[in-house]
């Protein structure tokens, strides 16, 4: 079976990204979002998705640190699927979150610090229980770090900080959708490491090196461009790579995912009651035998993620969010694997009815994976031959 980030079904493995644009550590580097926060102190975690955060959450005094910000989330889910893959459970229940945030968000040093339990289901990948996940990835503290900020305009953050990659973030509440998506699955998630932000009038620019997906060696650089063009449109380009080779492979390390090169592009139109973002992924792994790339290996996606929010007289507090995509993988047929197999490829769809009233939450999930170009024993089912999989998932929880 393949390796993943998240599974042994696939190879793959940064915080507070969601929904239209790649969320940063840092609010200067976002594009604005008509989803985010009510909140007018905290900007984190980002809430790109149909969520929004506590409007009034609490805080206190610390002297010199100024005014400390306390918030979390508990939330619980429950899905049952089909082609269950071996080793994996048909249906089961489970925390996705049990997390607590302390941070300040004024003067010159400030600091964030996330820490609890969390599940991070994917599309098309076993199910790993929250307990086992949270120590297999990132740990107790997934993310945490300090920040120097000299000015509105540019700023520097050290620690375990969120990748600058991709569309979509880590934990659930954070998205559209409740699982992340095969694209996803191909980017970083959190790296240590020290990222500068720099912003322009509608130009928003960061850079970062880090360990790149969660290795021992800080040998990953990464950057990322967003334009504002407008309230309601922006465009975003995001790059990154391993400079050095590195041979660490673990369940939060897939070596070829490690040593690999990926380029995002995304634009977002967001005008309330409507937030529409499309956005293409390119990745490659170069040849290299030592990392078990036999020859050159790249993938190509494309997703469109959408949502309504309908109207507070007719259904308030009720949102329809949607994802469609594809990925393929390029690589001769006993080359390097990074989806279902080389030469695969997988579409998806997604549907997560939502509601939310005041801190309290529930939605429900129906998504699909179609799978092509699979060899025998490397897609779904007890034996890997089926070749799609369907999954029926909830989720309630509180963001206080």
Known sequence: MKMSKLSCAMIA?????????????????????????????MTLP?????LTANANPASFAA????????????????????GTVFGDQRSRADLSNGQVIVQTTEGLVQFYAQAGGYSLPVLGTSYLQASKMTNDTYGLVPVAFLKFAPSDSFSLM?????????????????????ERGLLWNQENVINTGIQANYTAGPLALSAAVSNGFYSNSMNWITGSATYTIDPINSVSVQAGGAT??????????????????????????NNAPWTITPYLQYTTVAKNKAIGANADLSTFGGALL????????????VSLPVRIEYISSSSTTNGPNVLYG??????????????????????????????????????????????????????????F
Do not use: H
């Open 63 to 82: 002297g010199p640190l100024g005014k400390v910000y306390v918030t979390g989330v508990l939330s619980g889910l429950g899905l049952t699927q089909t």
């Open 306 to 317: 959408a949502s309504y929010a309908f109207p507070e007289e007719s259904l308030a507090g």
């Open 46 to 50: 980002a809430m790109g998705g149909a």
């Open 13 to 41: 493995c940064s915080l507070v990204g969601v929904g239209s644009l790649p969320a940063r550590a840092d609010d200067a580097a976002a594009a604005p979002d008509a989803a985010a926060p009510t909140s007018n102190a």
């Open 158 to 178: 050290a620690g375990k900080l969120p990748t600058l990659i991709g569309t979509e973030g880590v934990f659930t509440y954070q998205n559209l959708n409740i």
């Open 244 to 269: 050095t080779q590195n041979l660490q492979n673990t369940f939060s390390t897939p070596v070829l995912l490690n040593n690999s090169d990926i380029y995002d592009f995304a634009y977002t139109y």
């Open 342 to 399: 080389p030469s695969s490829n997988a579409w998806t769809f997604t549907v997560t009815p939502t509601y939310q009233k005041d801190i309290f939450f529930a939605r429900a999930e129906a998504s699909y994976v179609g799978v092509g170009g699979a060899p025998r024993g490397a897609a779904f089912g007890s034996n890997g031959n089926t070749t799609s999989q369907a999954r029926l998932m909830a989720e309630v929880g509180l963001l």
